[in-house]
């Protein structure tokens, strides 16, 4: 089997624990205004390469990857479930920490097949990294163009599962740092047993010149990045939330 991929980082430092071989997928169905991989939405794009391709590559640098692993990101790398399958069940048979960096949004436990692949791939992974965009439905439509109703239910699915679970959250100016949003986010994450990180990431325009070379409009064309010490009080607040949940189930 062959998945669809955009391109691989050999020491990647922020995709989960320890240095680590990240592969970006191809395919997103998700248009968040501030993605910076547009050139990875399209899932008919990049190229395609065999589960033995990426972990060969893997083993040229295996020294270095002790204390890390492999990272699947995007993209959104659980469009290609079939092909996870087989390159994760490759990579615990060598001993390979490994990672899935996703939003979530495929999530669809009616889907009696999907659900059972998807069981299989979690027996499979040791860290989840997950993305919420927004805990609010309608501004999370507004950030990405989708619902969030999937996301939010695949982390409860996560937490049944007990799989270890890192939340990622990017702040927005004027889309995701209202501190009510940020409080009931963290009200949300305090409510699962399975959350091991938090990371709280600045909003960056680095994407924007990407989008002039595809011939894309920038949604948020003009604005700042956000500081890093929004970004710390943002991360403040949604900890604010952890606590209150935590302290809700006490009593």
């Not at 495929?106 to 860290?127: C, F």
């Not at 049944?160 to 409080?183: A, F, M, T």
């Not at 994450?189 to 091991?196: A, D, E, H, P």
Request: aromatic share 8%.
């Amino acid at each position: 089997m062959e998945g669809r991929i955009h391109s691989t980082e050999s020491f990647g430092t922020v995709d989960g624990p320890g240095l680590r071989y990240v592969v970006f997928m191809q395919g997103c169905p998700m248009r968040c205004l501030y993605c910076h991989n547009p050139d990875t939405w399209d899932a008919s794009g990049g190229r395609l390469v065999s589960a033995d391709d990426i972990l060969s590559q893997y083993e040229k640098n295996r020294v270095f990857y002790q204390n890390g692993g492999l990272t699947v990101t995007g993209g959104e790398p659980l469009l290609q479930i079939d092909f996870l399958l087989e390159l994760f069940s490759k990579a615990k048979g060598k001993g390979i920490h490994t990672c899935i960096d996703t939003s979530g949004i495929t999530y669809n436990p009616p889907n009696e097949e999907y659900t059972k692949k998807l069981d299989e791939l979690m027996r499979l992974t040791d860290l989840v990294m997950l993305d919420i965009k927004h805990i609010d439905s309608e501004r999370h439509k507004r950030l990405t163009g989708m619902d969030n109703a999937p996301v939010l239910a695949f982390a409860r699915y996560l937490e049944g599962k007990n799989v270890p679970v890192w939340i990622r959250h990017v702040v927005v100016e004027g889309y995701s740092d209202r501190e009510d949003d940020l409080v009931a986010l963290g009200t949300f994450i305090g409510g699962l047993k399975n959350v091991k990180a938090l990371d709280v990431l600045p909003y960056h325009s680095m994407g924007e010149a990407k989008y002039a070379e595809l011939g894309i409009p920038y949604a948020l064309k003009g604005m700042k990045p956000l500081e890093n010490a929004a970004a710390i009080k943002a991360k403040q607040k949604i900890l604010n939330g952890v606590r209150l949940a935590r302290e809700q189930k006490k009593n």
